[in-house]
């Protein structure tokens, strides 16, 4: 299956804006656009939580409600590369962000995808 890989990660002050990518490596037969792709976050101590989807066509997006207004995703499906564009950013919003596809609807809990990156560390700190 594809190799999921984030990257973009940072350092960055509350109210700032970052943006993390994830690409796909190339596999006989299987592209990044032929897949749903989901980013979470997980922060120390915390359940990985899910922060936005999108559809493999990229017309349909879905937002976890602590990232409405604030965080944007997308894609670029001739790079083979998601985005999620993040605007606003608060302390809260620091963990790992990962990544995923293979989910068969989409849904916001971690574990109905089975394929994943292995993240990037977002933190927001003055």
């Known amino acids: 299956h594809l190799q999921l890989v984030e990257s973009g990660g940072g350092l960055v002050q509350p109210g700032g804006s970052l943006r993390v990518s994830c690409s796909a490596s190339?596999?006989?037969?299987?592209?990044?656009?032929?897949?749903?792709v989901g980013w979470f976050r997980q922060a120390p101590g915390k359940e990985r939580e899910g922060v936005a989807l999108i559809s493999s066509n990229g017309e349909n997006t879905y937002y976890g409600d602590s990232v409405k207004g604030r965080f944007t995703i997308s894609r670029d499906n001739a790079k083979n590369t998601v985005y999620l564009h993040m605007n606003n950013l608060k302390p809260e919003d620091s963990a790992i962000y990962y990544c995923a596809i293979g989910a068969r609807n989409p849904v916001m809990r971690a574990d109905e995808w089975p394929i994943w990156g292995q993240g990037t560390q977002v933190t927001v700190s003055s």
């Open positions: 190339d596999s006989p037969g299987d592209r990044l656009d032929h897949y749903g």
